[in-house]
């Protein structure tokens, strides 16, 4: 078919002043039927208003036949001598031209948004998707000014300054944009392209654009940067209340307007998982967020329990393990949305527009520990299958550090619990020292300690005081302190010097270590100090094992360190340890401590000892407030070890309170003791006790005569218990034995042991002294 031009021209009032064929076979009308007549007569409708402001467009004429005629016009302006508009050529393009119908169905039928301005930012061209996104026909938009068809905003002006700037530069441009459009009024992210539509000179005339939706792209980036996010943020304390708040914050608000976490009860105790109930459900709520301050939108408070009914979305999660989406229109989302609105009725203004939620169960290990539960209200979009996926994944790893922090406070707690129960609840009373005592266990990561401290009675009224530290933290920390203790009061019990106690507790770890039993103390070590102290001769003795030295106050005096050898720590075997004995006024304080009261990381030791020492000289109305002094003024705010802290103020025995008698070694000096210990009980007025005590000082004097080795020293002491003791210079320890009838001897012992409260031996430096206790008469 051969191709005709299809011409018009007009004059500046818009009457035709020429015609040509190719007009003439579009539109039926010949020359001299439209030649000097109006334009506008020759149209079916008016044209469209931005084809006019354009001058280019669709625009329906009428064939002269009567049928409706549908071209797209050009008009081109030819200018005077003045530059101004003498009047217009026309062109026409027929519609049945299969070259150009091939591109306008690829750029109408294009998947991607696809736009095309003038040189001052008008609508020229658009395709379907363009109007789609745009939510209008084409027609409203020829012609008009980019910037009077969208709301101001950052992204429209950022998008008019591309297309300025394209038009100024001719260089195309690829950007990445989010915002917004007039319909669905919901924001999307754009892969934006823009280049330059040139003339044949080379003139830019146009700019055009394609943009691609990748909304979804940019939601599937944001998703996975919140798992990265999550990562990083949650789980960063072993405290289960802190672990759900930092779920809240990540989800808040990005990804919803309102959040909240619910446990079940029991995994904020001390409890085993239960069964998940098949019906309503009781949670309890720990966590929870808004947009807006004060998270009005709540139902809860925080520390309250709610019960679900079966059908709510937060009782289905449970139940089916996995996310549930509830979106508006839905009944169970409807009746949820009512019930929460009637249950609070003041927080229904902030509720107003809730299109959507999703509640995902937190299950870790196999373990169902409650519900997350997401809202969105002022957020356009729905949450989709992508965001379940998403809420389940960012739910596993939160529930997991949720787990990680149950554990951990069970094992604290189960440890503290150990402790307390292992640590003496009172201590026993005795006159040597009096005593006060502090223990705080540590509220960092690394768990309780095995920080520990006794007060033992010794026999002759001394008093053996211990502090010790196992070294870690933990159950095992804990149960090794247990022994440790255990074995301490049962080496004690024997009167062992302290030098030759720890030598024994030594051999003792380093067995527990050799079979396997005892890791923690393998691994890690253990340290002590232990100390007896005499009231009689007001004498110290201490020796330590890998321990810091005590600090002492003397009466009136300032405090300083017991100089002595710290020793090797328990386990490390074959090295010995050094006893120190010092003599000690009465009324002297003495202060035993585990190393968290002056070590730490960021503390100099040097530093925190002087601050200790200086603690103790502060005038204090009782040793239980000295205790408290120490602690306020050495510890920091937060102390990242246990802390044992034994304070003791020594006491005296006087001389009125004490009888000593020389015994020469001959049997008929048996009878002289027996009645210099009745007249000190005498003077005592102790009488009723006379007769136990001359049959007790008759049999230990008769055995120290005939077994044992002079010198032999007679001993009373009236102290909480009236105690009888007999020293020789023999080594050899006595023991029970059963006589039989017609044995002369062998019942001596025996009878002390009926007759007494307790009895025992101990070793001295000049051989052994055999004891027995009675209690004093009311």
Not at 134 to 156: C, H, K, N, Q, W
Not at 718 to 740: F, K, N, Q, W, Y
């Amino acid at each position: 078919m051969e191709h005709v031009a299809a011409v018009a021209t007009l004059d500046a009032l818009g009457f035709v002043t020429g015609w040509s064929e190719g007009a003439r076979l579009l539109t039926g009308h010949s020359a001299e039927e439209v030649v000097g007549r109006p334009a506008a007569g020759l149209l079916a409708e008016d044209p469209p208003p931005g084809t006019v402001a354009a001058r280019t467009g669709p625009v329906a004429l009428r064939h002269r036949d009567g049928h409706r005629v549908e071209l797209t016009l050009t008009a081109c302006p030819v200018l005077g001598a003045d530059a101004r508009p003498t009047g217009y050529v026309v062109t026409a393009r027929p519609p049945e031209d299969g070259e150009v119908t091939l591109a306008g169905r690829a750029f109408q039928q294009a998947s991607m948004s696809m736009t095309v301005f003038d040189t001052r930012q008008r609508y020229l061209r658009m395709n379907h998707v363009a109007c789609q996104v745009m939510g209008v026909p084409e027609e409203t938009l020829l012609g008009r000014y980019f910037a009077e068809t969208i709301e101001d905003s950052e992204y429209s002006r950022d998008f008019l300054r591309h297309l300025r700037q394209i038009t100024e530069t001719g260089r195309p441009v690829r950007f990445e944009s989010f915002g917004g459009a007039p319909a669905p009024y919901r924001e999307h992210a754009w892969s934006i392209e823009m280049w330059p539509v040139r003339s044949a000179t080379g003139e830019v005339t146009g700019v055009a654009l394609a943009a691609l939706d990748s909304t979804e792209q940019r939601w599937a980036r944001r998703r996975l940067a919140l798992l990265n996010e999550a990562a990083a943020t949650i789980g960063t304390s072993l405290d289960v209340v802190r672990t759900a708040e930092e779920v809240v914050e990540l989800l808040v608000p990005h990804y919803a307007d309102f959040a909240s976490v619910d446990l079940l009860d029991w995994v904020l105790g001390a409890d085993e998982p239960p069964m998940i109930p098949s019906g309503d459900v009781v949670l309890r709520r720990v966590a929870h967020g808004s947009a807006i301050e004060g998270t009005p939108e709540a139902v809860l408070h925080l520390g309250q329990t709610d019960v679900y009914g079966e059908s709510t979305p937060p009782a289905r999660a449970l139940r089916e393990g996995r996310a549930v989406l509830g979106q508006e229109g839905e009944p169970d989302f409807v009746r949820w949305v009512a019930e929460r609105n009637a249950r609070r009725p003041e927080g229904r203004r902030y509720r107003q527009g809730v299109h959507s939620m999703f509640a995902v169960p937190l299950r870790a290990r196999g373990v169902t520990l409650g519900v997350a539960v997401g809202v969105r209200i002022a957020h356009p979009d729905d949450y989709g299958a992508d965001d379940a996926m998403f809420a389940e994944e960012l739910a596993s790893r939160a529930a997991v550090c949720v787990d990680n922090a149950r554990r951990f406070a069970r094992e604290r707690t189960t440890a503290l619990a150990l402790q307390h129960s292992l640590l003496p609840r009172g201590l026993p009373g005795q006159a040597a020292v009096e005593v006060a005592h502090r223990y705080l266990p540590c509220g960092s990561l690394a768990g309780i300690g095995g920080d520990w401290f006794d007060v033992i009675p010794l026999s002759g009224s001394r008093v053996g005081l211990v502090v010790g530290d196992v070294v870690g933290h933990g159950i095992q920390s804990s149960a090794t302190m247990g022994r440790l203790r255990t074995a301490v009061r049962t080496l004690a019990d024997v009167d062992l010097p302290p030098d030759e106690l720890l030598t024994h507790l030594d051999d003792l770890v380093t067995h527990l270590a050799a079979d396997g039993s005892g890791e923690e103390v393998a691994e890690l070590g253990a340290t002590c100090l232990y100390a007896v102290y005499d009231p009689v001769s007001r004498r110290l003795a201490l020796a330590a094992a890998g321990h810091p030295a005590p600090a002492l106050v003397t009466p009136g005096g300032s405090a300083q360190l017991v100089p002595m050898t710290a020793g090797p720590p328990l386990g490390v075997g074959g090295l010995p340890f050094e006893a120190t004995e010092i003599q000690l006024p009465e009324g002297s304080v003495l202060a035993l401590y585990t190393d968290g009261l002056v070590e730490d990381r960021d503390r100099d030791v040097d530093r925190t000892t002087e601050e200790l020492c200086r603690a103790l000289t502060i005038p204090a109305d009782s040793l239980e407030a000295l205790g408290d002094i120490v602690l306020k003024t050495v510890l920091p705010e937060q102390p990242s070890d246990d802390v044992a802290l034994l304070l003791a103020r020594t006491r005296a025995l006087g001389a009125d309170r004490v009888a000593t008698w020389d015994v020469p070694p001959d049997p008929a000096e048996v009878a002289t003791a027996r009645q210099a210990a009745t007249g000190q009980l005498a003077a005592w007025g102790l009488d009723e006790v006379a007769f136990i005590t001359e049959l007790v000082v008759s049999e230990l004097v008769t055995n120290a005569i005939r077994y044992g080795v002079p010198p032999i020293r007679l001993r009373l002491i009236r102290d909480g218990a009236l105690i009888c003791e007999v020293s020789d210079g023999s080594s050899t320890s006595p023991h029970l034995r059963r006589a039989h009838a017609y044995d002369e001897g062998g019942r001596g012992l025996l009878l002390v042991a009926q007759l007494t409260q307790r009895w025992g031996s101990r070793q001295t430096a000049r051989g052994k002294t055999i004891w027995a206790e009675q209690p004093l008469p009311d």
